[in-house]
């Protein structure tokens, strides 16, 4: 008994020391980033950096060059990113709570193949189809120049959710399964309809996994480039730092400030909602 403790206790260290080894480099990269945001010049080692708060007083006030010629409204980049952010989390939540519910639920026809249909969907990359998603943007675009701002917001939105569905639906799916039909039943039983069920009796027992749901879309939609970058008409923090990365008159601690930023929310996320995130996981694996 002892040996077989012994031996899963190695397995742990191994594991756990395969883990920190792995993500070295990742922190030693965002320790980098963060320090050269508050520092007067890009921090390569420790005798480089050179405290100063002037990276982030020039981000808050538009300087986006050491000259202050070049200026933006990074509240309004930032309010573009969470729109975007939000608008997926509501979209993918919403679409997601309803069709794992009758997923799991629900024995409809098709139904085997509308599940094999959505992890098919899942492998196809955002890139191979943004092609087709181009075309129908360009089909759908209204002339009038302010409907053609609110539009760009709601097709991203649209279009990004789109790729993060098949998962979530399949992850809700899992929380779903996991619940005794007893509970659905006593409802059923009471006189109560299917939308009753689901919105009294079953959310609130698949909580977790809303949660975990919501925090994956907002995360994917603040994190996005490639769509916002081609549907958006406004500045995202994502396409911001992009644009401004390679150019001659950005100040790079500057834009490590803006790198900063952006990560702050994602970090937040993950360190606030870990448990949560691993009990999405585990829930949607279980359908």
């Given at each position: 008994m002892r040996d077989i403790e012994t031996k899963s206790r190695k397995s742990e260290l191994l594991i756990i020391l395969t883990i920190v080894i792995a993500s070295v480099p990742m922190i030693l990269a965002f320790s980098l980033l963060v320090l050269s945001s508050f520092s007067e010049e890009m921090v390569t080692n420790l005798k480089s950096f050179r405290p100063t708060l002037e990276n982030w007083i020039n981000l808050f006030q538009g300087k986006m060059a050491i000259t202050g010629s070049i200026r933006v409204n990074i509240f309004e980049i930032t309010l573009n990113t969470l729109i975007v952010a939000?608008?997926?989390?509501?979209?993918?939540?919403?679409?997601?709570?309803?069709?794992?519910?009758?997923?799991?639920?629900?024995?409809?026809?098709?139904?085997?193949?509308?599940?094999?249909a959505l992890l098919v969907l899942h492998a196809f990359p955002g890139v191979a189809l943004i092609v087709g998603v181009y075309l129908l943007y360009k089909l759908t675009l209204p002339q009038d120049p302010d409907l053609m701002r609110f539009y760009s917001f709601f097709y991203v939105i649209l279009a990004r959710g789109a790729l993060e569905i098949p998962m979530s639906v399949?992850?809700?799916?899992?929380?779903?399964?996991?619940?005794?039909?007893?509970?659905?039943?006593?409802?059923?039983?009471?006189?109560?309809?299917?939308?009753?069920?689901?919105?009294?009796?079953?959310?609130?027992?698949?909580?977790?996994?809303?949660?975990?749901?919501?925090?994956?879309?907002?995360?994917?939609?603040?994190?996005?480039?490639?769509?916002?970058?081609?549907?958006l008409i406004d500045q995202t923090l994502a396409t911001f730092i992009e644009s401004?990365?390679?150019?001659?008159?950005?100040?790079?601690?500057?834009?490590?400030?803006?790198?900063?930023?952006?990560?702050?929310?994602?970090?937040?996320?993950?360190?606030?909602?870990?448990?949560?995130?691993?009990?999405?996981?585990?829930?949607?694996?279980?359908?």
């Open positions: 939000l608008g997926v989390a509501g979209l993918v939540t919403i679409v997601s709570t309803l069709a794992g519910y009758a997923l799991s639920r629900m024995d409809f026809r098709g139904r085997k193949h509308v599940m094999i399949w992850l809700m799916k899992g929380f779903f399964d996991a619940i005794p039909w007893e509970f659905e039943w006593s409802g059923i039983i009471d006189g109560a309809s299917r939308i009753t069920v689901w919105r009294k009796i079953m959310l609130p027992l698949v909580k977790p996994g809303i949660l975990a749901v919501a925090l994956f879309a907002f995360i994917a939609g603040w994190q996005d480039i490639i769509y916002v970058r081609t549907f401004n990365i390679e150019s001659e008159f950005s100040h790079m601690p500057l834009i490590a400030a803006a790198g900063t930023l952006y990560l702050l929310p994602t970090i937040v996320f993950f360190l606030i909602a870990q448990r949560i995130l691993l009990q999405g996981y585990s829930g949607g694996l279980k359908g």
